[in-house]
């Protein structure tokens, strides 16, 4: 009798399966940039609500309400009216979903109105 083996979906698959439903998303409306032959997997303009948590152990979580800029496979860009100092790691949630995905942040950098903030997502959690 054979049975059913399918694989219990791991951290690691979860948020490999939420980012490419994100990029797919993003790809129905939005256009890659034009730099997208220099980068590991093209940029996707995406403007959608976005929560982040901060998780750095030893501080006190803090939670901002943000908009996304753009999005890939490897990362995302957002809109927000304070800084996040790069190297933090965060929890990104979208449209008030509960599905998130774990991040780093890697730069961050003051414009007018803001900053704009560079995320590296976390596959490997």
Known sequence: MLVNKTPVPTRETDA????????????L???SD????????????WQVPVMIETLTTGQRQTSLFVTSRDISEGGIGVWCNQPVEPGTMIRLF????????EGRVRQCTE??????IGVEFRQDK
């Open 111 to 116: 414009t007018v109105g803001g900053f704009i």
């Open 94 to 101: 979208v449209d008030d979903g509960e599905e998130h995905v």
């Open 16 to 27: 490999a399966a939420i980012i490419r439903g994100w990029v797919a998303d993003a790809e």
């Open 29 to 31: 409306d939005g256009a």
């Open 34 to 45: 034009v730099y997208s032959g220099k980068r590991r997997w093209p940029r996707i303009k």
